[in-house]
């Protein structure tokens, strides 16, 4: 019997370095797999059509949405990010460990659905260095930065409350680190270790 | 100012290997210790005073009790553990992380009195194997191995219920890299750490 995989949810301001943290982590966990997410954002350049994600018109969303085909989703900004829901169920059946890359409101609701989720919040060590990591990707205005540094607030106070984990990413190599490490400490977790009681 | 350290309570059937676990943790994470308890046990060949245990003649150990210098004691057997608690408190507000390789009656004491403390338990792969290792030490007659045994079945089901994690130890050096995980993930729980939200 395959044991089920685990359900991470993954959150942290934009520009935090979500992406490069997974990335590192995918090296020493072969069963991590990264959700691809819907959203109706214009794609950025070199972004790839269901890889990156599946890049959806308003109207498509809409749709998905009615047939129940989505997580969670939600409008961040101006465009709104989901969750398809039969390849998260597929497989972590199949004893993946599948992260979410989501923001907090996301997070939430999955959190409702599925309660053994491991919480997962990464943070820059300082706003400061948000605020330069965010510019320096050179791929959104100004206005847009600020409005993302904003967003980053509301949630860091969120996550302090709900989410069971925050790494603090001030070097990649660390942080990759912790996350393998919050990933191999819930597999030992007492709920998810099948012990063997029979005396033979 | 120092973060204070984390109290670990590791506890396990006698003869599951802890102490080589710890002896290889130790390796990786530097702030590591390991309490040394007070027991009325006779020393074993080439156990050492005050670095195994610190070995008391009843008299003395119930003396320790009285005047409140024990964290936690148990009765186990047929002789008395217990742990030094100003040892403890110093090296804790120092930021050392201490494990306390005790059993389930001492660690439900201790997190009574830490709810923070990481309790890890860790079990042999079966109940056969763990008589294996038992048999296979032959320091101890086979009367005090069946008993240790009916002990073992009784602390599994304790830490089913109360303990955080636990450790299969089919093979050292994965049960190490378990180990080290857990302080890992545990230091990055939304509690311990802490977030600078002033935008400076």
């Not at 959150?11 to 991590?32: D, I």
């Not at 004893?95 to 820059?124: C, H, K, S, T, W």
């Not at 607030?153 to 925050?166: M, P, R, V």
Request: glycine share 8%.
């Amino acid at each position: 019997m395959t044991q089920p995989g685990l359900l991470i949810v993954f959150s942290g301001p934009s520009g935090v370095g979500k992406s490069k943290v997974l990335e590192g982590a995918a090296y020493q966990l072969h069963n991590l797999r990264k959700s691809v997410s819907v959203t109706t954002r214009p794609p950025r350049p070199g972004e790839v059509d269901g890889q990156d994600y599946h890049f959806r018109s308003t109207f498509e969303f809409d749709q998905m949405v009615a047939r129940g085909e989505l997580l969670e989703w939600a409008q961040y900004i101006d465009h709104r990010y989901g969750t398809p829901r039969a390849w998260v169920e597929e497989r972590l059946a199949q004893g993946d460990d599948l992260v979410l890359e989501i923001d907090v409101q996301g997070g939430m609701r999955v959190r409702a659905l599925y309660p053994n989720a491991v919480m997962i919040f990464m943070i820059p060590p300082t706003l400061a260095e948000l605020r330069r990591r965010l510019q320096g990707r050179n791929t959104e205005p100004d206005k847009v930065v600020a409005r993302r540094l904003e967003a980053a607030k509301g949630e860091l106070k969120i996550a302090q409350k709900e989410y069971c984990y925050i790494i603090c990413n001030d070097r990649i190599p660390e942080a990759v680190e912790d996350f393998v490490a919050i990933i191999r400490a819930e597999k030992c977790r007492t709920g998810r270790v099948t012990l063997d009681l029979n005396d033979k």
